[in-house]
């Protein structure tokens, strides 16, 4: 696991300010999360080095990060599902410190309302999410109840937010090659898709720590060569059976406020009424889920609190087949995708993401 700086570094870093230019550069790697320094120098009109540099700080500043992670278990069956925990309020710090552990838990949040704490997990199917609920959670004290929606498809996802600060010229620099180009390879190489096996998981629990891992880096942990590294890469990325992403702190990103909202809308309209709202400003989760009286999940990011109702005001003119009923704040993200984050919001360390471990062994006594 990678770990950030002691606490009186953290406090300088704490005072570290990402520019136009930071955000230009996560803005580029949002687009092309492994894309070469000298790409991004062409797209930005700037050194290499100073690109590369600059990343580092970013980066060791917790400010932004690029990780990989599997998108399913390679199963028909598997899933993501949103699990609530109503926590005991002395215990929910430190239950949400133990949920952060778990593998299978890609994101932590502290929420508002009834829920005390909101996650999202991958699933191999939905007996595994029941042996999570029982076992994994069940088990830590101070978990009062829980409940669950599975999700029955992704609309859009945190991978495919972006800043929206680079200009069309630029943008088209980062897209002239492919997403799936890696190291000389292209997408129009690669085999075809097949199960996960041990090598692609050493190599997506590596891209989790660090998403950027030169080629060489990872043939020397997992100990494979650098072309059996490339080859599967390029497998993994261009099947699209490993996401790769650049995240930003919220608040240095100037979208600090997060909130989700529960949805209804007709079967025959959801398709079209999640069409339409991806289209809207500040839309960074649409799922259709299943499991309550919502068929709809969607996280707002806002550049305040007061600019809630007025995007609320806006999803009911330009999207009134859809229905909100119930909404909640998050107070604060504790583990987003694979990274646990400090109070600002900062990546402090990656956990790793081994979502095919037996849950099993992650009980708590």
Known sequence: MQHR????????????????????????????????????????????VTVARRWQRLSSTGIAWVTGRATGQGTPESCLAVVELSCSATETLAIAERVTELPHVLSVEHTSGPRSLTLLVEVRDLAFLSQFLLDSVGSIPGVVATSSYAVTKVYSMGDHWQLHVLDA??????????????????????????????????????????????????AARARLSESTVRRRLTDLVSNGRVVLRCDIALPDSGWPVISWLWAQAD??????VATRLRQISGIRVCWRISGGPANLMLALTTHSLHELSLVEARLATEVPQMRILDRSMVLRSIKRMGRQLDLSGRSIRSVPLDIWADPASHQHP
């Open 267 to 272: 079967a025959h309209d959801i398709d079209a």
């Open 5 to 48: 700086a002691s606490n009186r570094e953290m406090t300088q870093e704490s005072a570290i300010v990402a520019d136009e230019v930071d955000l230009a550069i996560v803005n580029c790697l949002q687009l092309q999360p492994r894309a070469s320094w000298t790409v991004l120098a062409e797209a930005l009109d700037i050194d290499p």
């Open 169 to 218: 010229a630029q943008q088209a620099v980062m897209m002239r090659a492919p997403q799936a180009r890696l190291d000389g390879l292209t997408s129009a190489q690669a085999p075809l898709s097949r199960p996960y096996d041990l090598i692609d998981r050493q190599m997506i629990l590596l891209l989790g720590e660090d998403g950027r891992m030169p080629v060489a880096t990872i």
